[in-house]
């Protein structure tokens, strides 16, 4: 992360130097020039380091740190003191400041303080870092100790549940269950086993004991204290336990028991005790038997014939099942009915089957079952429920016909259609969603078939009226179908025809055989057209460019001289009122070719860019005055915007003259008055926002300006040339056609977009969108006085390969009463140089020169210790250039022509703030 660093100085020169020199030793420098500013800064940006010079004055440099300190104990600041300041610089220290620095500055000592402010930063970070990693550890812990208390608090409450559960289940269950102790004597007994052995009182059941059972098979015991669990069934003699009087019981007669005992305890061969269960199977063993001889016969039928209990578990197959399904009766018997398999995209569930005919009654459905070797069998299945005398269900009993080779017939049959149907869907899809319009006509003429995109054309193409009454279609656009038929002479296969301003490509091919037909091809062509004609324009603007840039640097030259001289002229005290009325035209239409070359420049984006942030709102105002001595009294002005931040990236220059253009343009179509409104406003742009006129997909922040007028509108025929270099609509002398153009091209420039909607005879609304600056902080604007600024008799060496032109410069530059040296190049300049180093204050070189241009005399200059300041005059702008130069130390540069008094003030400033 890039450290900040905040710089508090009253003198700006001294500001600047750290300003540089920390950037270019890559940090970010922040600066206040005064103690009070300072502290604002800092607690707004909250800088890493801080530059406190200890002489300032209003606030000095101790009541800033007493201040910063109070502010924030850690503050990381470094004194600037000069010689004779060992009292301050003593004081600064005791109140807290890390560093000092003696005046003046050397970069050495400079870069060591950094080093040691970084590391104090470093320490800084690491301890907050390591107090942020002990809280965060602390909290972790506080985190686990609630959670562990918590899972403790929920394990609790679940087995509260499940014990409660259980004791809901035991009371509940269908299933008779006793409880003996280790002695086998009975301890508890559930409502169902009281239920099948008629026990009306538990407690007068508590006591029996288990291996006294009449019925307890004799080795049961044993097998318990093995681990193994007992399973039998028995008849159960309810007089014979009267007789024996085991217990009294309500019931008489014997039924049949399902018996289960297994010991309890981790240990079985000393168990804490025993769990007995039972169940009465006697319905179960009737059903059973009234069975056996219903099953001699269902063997002898062929369909499959299954009983369940309801449970769905096999308790009955005859052999056809067994025939069918490959396994034997001790395979199936015992076993769900999902032992036959099952897939339920195709058919029913053994579930479904089961709970269907339970809900029901009966059901009857598809099922795939699988023999034992896997082979699919596909069934008809019947099934319904069994009762038994009391009306109560017993048994399922399913009736299943082998209808495999039937389903794979109709299957075959359905696959072959949904193929067809498939296919069909396809080519209706295929029909409906290619983007060229297929239209059949029949032998006649008349509209067989169209699909979505030929509709479509037909709607633009041909008499809608006609295809409704389906009358032959006689002409498609501007061409009759006839033509479009016939093949072409080359042997080409589209044919061309519009209608309501679009183009269509049409192609058609007869059909085969007779009665015959058309197949007609239609695409819609119109924006792959308009496509090439952007792209051809395109190519044609950027020869234009190219053209601009190799005139610019010549025709500046040229301008130059006559305008330099113009203005020396002008300058002269003793020029009669007509000369000098003479020279001012000359002057004006100089400024006028100067400002023809910039047009140009603006629209191949050539020109150089002089960016600053800006606000736009302020600006605006500034321009609306401007155009409030320009537009005529029956034209309103009106600006609005909201409350939020508008600050751009922008040349102010260039930004001032796309309103004075769009605003000039609009006055132009309001003869008779009207309103222009120019509205601001910000926008955040999720790919929902789209550039008009290059289609570019806008993302992030924008500043729109919105100029709207209330006139004539511009014509749908014009619309697509008005960014077109020289296209006009206006009278001879009345408009080069260089205003959008130029508009354009400064808006590109700045990375921004335009678009343009209209209607006529009501408005015209150009909307500009310039990427927003999230941060920096605009600048006031200052006017500059139109006066000339004289030297102090300075040496300036002019270097410029024209002789003309280097003339007039030594010429004008000799005007302001400087001392003027000159050389033809680069190479002849360093040869001048070497004999006036010490006398040359400025050097103002040409970029563009044989031998050795501006650029490489710069970097010659710099490389051999020269450091007066440079400043570089071209006349064919290459922003890259500027940009590389000034990062170096270039101090300024000016566009030819130039005028005196902008030369006669740059001049002045570059020296003045070079000047020690």
């Known amino acids: 992360m890039e450290t900040k660093v905040l710089v508090i100085d009253d003198e700006v020169r001294v500001l600047e130097t750290f300003a540089r020199t920390l950037g270019l030793a890559g940090y970010a420098a922040l600066t206040a020039g005064s103690g009070p500013e300072g502290l604002a800064v800092y607690a707004s940006e909250q800088p890493d380091v801080v530059m406190l010079d200890m002489r300032m004055p209003g606030m000095d440099g101790l009541e800033v740190l007493h201040a910063l300190r109070t502010s924030d104990p850690e503050a990381n600041v470094i004194v600037v003191t000069g010689h004779g300041d060992e009292e301050a610089l003593i004081a600064a220290l005791r109140a807290g400041a890390s560093d000092f620095l003696p005046k003046p500055i050397n970069t050495v000592a400079l870069e060591s303080a950094m080093r040691r402010a970084e ?58 269950i006793e409880l003996y102790d280790a002695d ?30 009449p019925n307890f098979p004799h080795d049961a015991k044993e097998r318990l204290l093995l681990g193994e669990t007992v399973h039998y069934e028995t008849a159960y003699d309810f007089e014979r336990v009267k007789r024996l009087k085991r217990y009294e019981t309500t019931r008489s007669g014997t039924i049949c028991l399902d018996v289960k005992i297994a010991a309890l305890g981790e240990d079985k061969s000393t168990p ?65 009915v999902t032992i036959y398999g099952e897939d339920p995209a195709r058919g029913a569930t053994q579930r479904q089957f089961i709970e269907n005919t339970l809900a029901h009654g009966e059901w009857r459905g598809e099922i795939v079952n699988y023999t034992a070797d896997g082979e699919e069998i596909v069934v008809d299945c019947r099934t319904r429920v069994m009762k038994d005398a009391h009306g109560q269900p017993t048994s399922l009993v399913g009736i299943a016909t082998d209808i495999t080779e039937r389903v794979r017939v109709e299957a075959e049959r359905e696959r072959l259609m949904a193929r067809i149907q498939e296919q069909a869907r396809q080519m209706k899809q295929i029909l409906a969603n290619v983007p060229e319009g297929m239209l059949l006509l029949d032998a006649d003429g008349r509209v067989a078939l169209a699909n979505p995109a030929a ?60 009665p015959g037909g058309w197949v007609l091809l239609l695409r819609d062509v119109t924006h792959e057209r308009q496509t090439q004609r952007r792209i051809q324009q395109q190519e044609r603007l950027a020869a234009v460019g190219q053209l601009a840039a190799g005139i610019a640097h010549d025709f500046n030259n040229i301008l130059a001289v006559i305008t330099l001289y113009t203005q020396m002229a002008l300058n002269a005290p003793d020029l009669s009122a007509k000369t000098r009325e003479r020279l001012g035209t000359v002057a004006e239409q100089a400024r006028q070719a100067s400002a023809l070359i910039q047009q140009i420049l603006d629209f191949s984006r050539q020109a150089v860019l002089e ?14 005055a401007l155009l409030g001595h320009t537009v005529p009294e029956n034209i309103r002005l009106n600006l609005s ?12 220059t260039r930004i001032q003259q796309v309103i004075l253009n769009l605003a000039l343009n609009a006055r132009d179509a309001m003869p008779e008055g009207g309103e222009v409104r120019i509205e601001v406003s910000r926008v ?85 969108y310039l990427p927003a600056l999230l941060d920096g902080r605009p600048p006031a604007f200052a006017t500059e006085a139109p006066l000339l600024v004289l030297g102090r008799g300075e040496t300036i060496l002019v270097v410029e390969d024209d002789a003309v032109v280097r003339q007039a410069l030594v010429d004008s530059i000799a005007l302001l009463n400087y001392r003027v040296l000159e050389a033809a190049h680069g190479r002849e300049a360093l040869h001048v140089l070497e004999q006036h180093a010490d006398e040359v204050a400025l050097v103002l070189s040409d970029l563009v020169m044989p031998e050795m241009g501006g650029q490489a005399l710069f970097h010659a200059m710099r490389q051999r210790g020269l450091s007066m300041p440079v400043v570089v005059l071209s006349g064919h702008p290459i922003e890259n250039d500027f940009e590389s130069l000034r990062a170096q130390g270039l101090s300024a540069w000016m566009l030819k022509p130039p005028s005196i008094e902008h030369m006669s003030r740059l001049l002045a400033q570059t020296l003045q703030t070079h000047r020690p």
Not at 156 to 169: A, Y
Not at 459 to 483: C, N, T, V
Not at 611 to 624: A, E
């Open 684 to 768: 955040t742009a999720h790919n929902d926002l789209r550039c008009v006129s290059c289609g570019q997909v806008l993302e992030g922040e924008w500043v729109r300006i919105t100029v709207t007028d209330t006139g004539t509108g511009i014509a749908p025929d014009v619309l697509p040339h008005i960014f077109e270099p020289f296209f006009t609509t206006k009278e001879v002398g009345q408009g080069v056609g260089l205003g959008l153009p130029q508009v354009y091209g400064i808006v590109k420039k700045h990375g921004g977009h335009i678009d343009v909607a209209t209607q006529v005879g009501e408005w015209t609304t150009f909307t500009i």
């Open 119 to 176: 590391e104090r930063v470093h320490l800084k970070q690491k301890l907050r870092a390591s107090q942020e990693e002990l809280r965060q550890h602390n909290a972790r812990l506080e985190e686990e100790v609630k959670a562990r208390t918590a899972q403790l608090e929920r394990e609790i409450e679940e087995r509260t549940k499940t014990e409660q559960w259980f004791r809901e289940i035991y009371a509940e269950s269908p299933i008779g």
């Open 272 to 336: 804490t005790g025993y769990l007995f269960q039972v169940q009465d199977i006697t319905a179960q063993k009737r059903t059973q038997e009234a069975m056996h001889f219903q099953t001699l016969l269902l063997d002898q039928i062929q369909d499959m014939v299954t009983a369940t209990d309801l449970e769905g578990n096999i308790i009955y197959v005859n052999e056809a099942e067994v025939r069918h399904l490959r396994r034997s009766r001790a395979e199936l018997l015992g076993q769900p």
């Open 641 to 652: 915007y909201g409350e939020e931040d508008y600050t751009v990236n922008a040349d102010p």
């Open 611 to 624: 960016r600053q942030p800006v606000d736009v709102v302020l600006f605006l105002k500034g321009v609306v």
């Open 455 to 514: 509709q479509n054309a037909l709607a633009a193409l041909a008499d809608q009226d006609a295809i409704a009454r389906r009358s032959p279609i006689l002409h498609l656009g501007d061409r009759p179908l006839a033509e479009l038929l016939a093949p072409l002479p080359d042997d080409g296969l589209w044919h061309a025809a519009q209608a309501n301003g679009r183009i269509f490509e049409i192609a058609a091919r007869p059909m085969d055989p007779a």
């Open 184 to 213: 086998g004597l009975l301890i508890d007994i559930n409502a169902a086993s009281m239920k099948i052995f008629g026990v009306s009182d538990a407690t007068k059941a508590y006591g029996l004991r288990m291996f006294n059972n």
